[in-house]
């Protein structure tokens, strides 16, 4: 009895592995736009980074372009794979246009651990907060007000760093931009995220070691997807044919896409978070796109409730930008430049 328990639970596992692993490339992208936006940053570029401990093994890199301190300063989050090159045409476009620009990349980016001498604060894949992100922005800020003197700024998601808009501090940020964000965890693959969810809710009814299994299984699924995925990019990034550096990125993805498992970009604490400001890509697929529609109405309802001002915000709060698709800058960068512009005006 026990060794056929034992057979069917490993033929569960090994099912669930696969439906997670499908779920779980939700927050993804495609190989194609992990590589096409920025690129890694040349050995010039990262001579030049500044570097910020946040906590134990945890160290932000960013870089600072300012130009006038007394206008406001972007600060660019990163997606999920990576952060923005001094060379990309959109910052050299803003810099050109007299504009501050911060780039910056979150702990878990190769372009900041590496400058680790210590165990990683994501050590193991651990699920991390989303808070930690946001903290990491402010740090970022703080440290750029102490060298440059500048006071204000506005903080710049793209894509998975939406899901950090939320918790960042509506005092020291009092508007921020939502640049094609990420709609839901499961939202590249609804149906395996439903099945792997029904999976799990199943296995971790078995008696005393079910949540142990379950919870086993996903993280599983989680190394058995990004190990994949660093395996792929290793031909257009060199730095993860590195074994320990491809293992390191493959947890701290894992640790992030952990991050992102309750985000909803429809459902935040709107009132106690940055204003917002949308820039959207017209082509962006479903469901992602109907995630950012219905987000915006839900983010009008907490505006005021004059329908007049509505109508104002949503002429000049919501930025759809013509042929874009999901990753805006690399779509369309000279209207995207224009748009952040807009903002400022």
């Not at 590589?35 to 980074?49: F, K, Q, V």
């Not at 991390?128 to 060298?147: G, M, N, P, T, Y």
């Not at 440059?148 to 939406?162: A, E, T």
């Not at 590249?188 to 005393?208: F, H, K, Y």
């Amino acid at each position: 009895m026990t060794s056929k328990l034992s057979l069917g639970l490993k033929r569960i596992f090994s099912l669930t592995l696969v439906v997670l692993a499908i779920a779980s490339a939700g927050i993804r992208g495609s190989v194609a736009q992990a590589t096409s936006l920025g690129g890694s940053r040349t050995p010039a570029e990262t001579s030049t980074d500044s570097l910020i401990k946040v906590g134990p093994g945890q160290i932000v890199s960013y870089r600072a372009m300012i130009v006038d301190a007394t206008k406001p300063t972007f600060i660019f989050m990163p997606g999920i794979y990576r952060g923005w090159s001094a060379q990309d045409p959109v910052i050299v476009n803003l810099q050109k246009r007299g504009l501050n620009v911060v780039t910056m990349e979150f702990s878990t980016h190769y372009q900041s651990f590496r400058y680790l001498s210590e165990l990683p604060h994501f050590a193991g894949g651990s699920r991390l907060d989303r808070k930690i992100f946001a903290d990491e922005v402010q740090a970022v800020a703080q440290a750029v007000a102490r060298s440059h003197r500048v006071r204000n700024f506005v903080p710049v998601s793209l894509s998975y760093s939406g899901i950090v808009t939320e918790k960042l501090d509506p005092g020291v940020f009092p508007l921020a931009i939502e640049t094609a964000p990420q709609g839901r965890f499961d939202e590249t693959n609804e149906m395996a995220a439903r099945m792997g969810e029904a999976w799990m809710n199943w296995v971790s009814m078995i008696p005393l070691y079910g949540p142990i299994y379950a919870e086993s299984m996903k993280v599983q699924a989680f190394f058995t997807y990004w190990s994949g995925m660093v395996a792929q990019m290793s031909a257009a990034r060199p730095e993860f044919r590195n074994p320990q550096m491809a293992s390191l990125q493959t947890q701290a993805w894992v640790s992030m896409a952990r991050a992102a498992e309750d985000f909803d970009l429809r459902n935040q604490n709107w009132t106690a978070s940055p204003k917002r400001v949308w820039i959207l890509g017209e082509r962006e697929e479903e469901p992602r796109a109907t995630y950012q529609k219905e987000a915006v109405a839900n983010y009008l309802k907490t505006l005021s409730p004059s329908a007049v001002n509505r109508e104002i915000y949503g002429r000049r709060g919501v930025i759809v930008i013509p042929r874009a698709g999901h990753i805006v800058p690399s779509d369309e960068p000279e209207l995207y430049v224009e748009a952040l512009e807009q903002v400022l005006n």
